[in-house]
């Protein structure tokens, strides 16, 4: 059972515009629109693959409604937590060349007792679970106004005592307490892990070096994303990489969050942790063929061929 929490869920609409020109007019050639908000993707690329999931989130205002309303048709189990404000929603323009333009909105703020009330929600799905030992647990995203900065710290504390294991993906100074907890498993990318060591990180090997350091202070284990070059995962055994090539990108958002859904997955069925970055690369990558932020079915899977070594090439220039 994977339980995630999403503070800052969003509804996302993508919209296509075969030329996007600021300050003028745009009209859309198609527009489409998802669930969305990172913990929110990782429980729906979750059930799209027949995974136990429920996802905890904030639920308030029309957003919150029509949000409700997605989930339900994507077939994914939530708690819905009340608040006063209203669930954001984020823009995605994309054009044929594959460029993506996001604007994400702030969010509605959340006061200290609806915080309170996502920590309870989260620990309670963990105790209801058959066996609470083996409930993960993923925080995920950017936090709304007024939600304190160590949310994702609060969140690892409640939910090891509720005796689950936990992975954070965050970025920024929402990371930094979280990190210092020690969570069983982290997912930056490279620019997000970069940010957090404070050094550039242009190659394999120094991304590699950047995340057996945390490993060293505590860190279970460290996913880095890497976009077309895929992923490594480095824990007190060693790193291993793995990466997928497909044919025409689409959409790469929220392939981040199918990657850790992947991962997170096969750990959860006690999977070795090589396995589970294959399948975490692979559902990325599938992921990146989908328009928008539509999530992997089982057939998005076939022919998308994974290369994987636990020899990584620490020379290797990473670019994404
Ligand atoms: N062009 C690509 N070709 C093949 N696989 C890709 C490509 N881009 C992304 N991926 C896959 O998707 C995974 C996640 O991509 P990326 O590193 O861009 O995530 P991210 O920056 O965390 O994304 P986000 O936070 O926007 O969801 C990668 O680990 C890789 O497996
Ligand atoms: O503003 P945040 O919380 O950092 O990111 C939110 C978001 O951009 O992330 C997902 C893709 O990873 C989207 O569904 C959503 O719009």
Redesign the pocket.
């Known amino acids: 059972m994977i339980i995630t929490l999403t503070p800052?869920p969003?509804v996302?609409r993508t919209v296509a515009f075969d030329e996007l020109h600021r300050g003028a007019v745009n009209r859309a050639t198609s527009s489409r629109i998802?669930p969305?908000?990172?913990g929110?993707?990782v429980s729906r690329a979750l059930t799209a693959q027949g995974a136990s999931t429920i996802a905890v989130l904030p639920e308030g205002g029309p957003e919150g409604h029509l949000m409700a309303d997605l989930l339900d048709d994507a077939g994914v189990v939530r708690r819905g937590v009340p608040i006063r404000g209203s669930v954001r929603l984020?823009i995605?323009a994309v054009e044929p060349d594959g460029t993506t333009t996001?604007l994400?909105e702030p969010g509605p703020t959340l006061d200290e007792g609806e915080v309170r009330a996502l920590l309870d929600a989260v620990a309670t799905c963990v105790r209801s679970a058959p066996d609470p030992q083996q409930v993960w647990v993923v925080t995920?995203?950017?936090l709304p106004p007024g939600a304190p900065v160590d949310l994702h710290a609060r969140l690892v504390r409640s939910a090891r005592e509720a005796g689950a294991l936990v992975a954070v993906d965050s970025?920024g100074d929402p990371l930094r307490p979280a990190v210092a907890e020690c969570p069983d498993l982290i997912k930056p990318n490279r620019v997000e892990l970069a940010e957090l060591v404070g050094a550039d990180l242009t190659t394999l090997g120094a991304v590699i070096d950047a995340a057996s350091d945390l490993v060293a202070q505590g860190v279970g284990r460290v996913a880095v994303s890497l976009g077309r070059d895929g992923a490594v995962l480095v824990d007190d055994s060693g790193a291993t990489h793995a990466r997928a090539t497909i044919g025409r990108p689409r959409s790469t958002?929220?392939a981040?969050?199918c990657m850790l859904a992947g991962l997170v997955h096969d750990l959860s069925s006690g999977r070795p942790a090589a396995d589970a970055l294959r399948t975490g690369v692979l559902w990325g990558a599938a992921a990146v063929t989908l328009p928008g932020?539509r999530v992997p079915a089982p057939d998005d899977l076939a022919g998308i061929a994974v290369e994987l070594t636990t020899t990584p090439d620490r020379s290797l220039a990473v670019r994404d």
């Open positions: 800052n969003s996302d998802d969305g908000g990172k929110v993707n984020n995605t996001k994400n995920c995203g950017s970025s958002v929220g981040g969050d932020s």
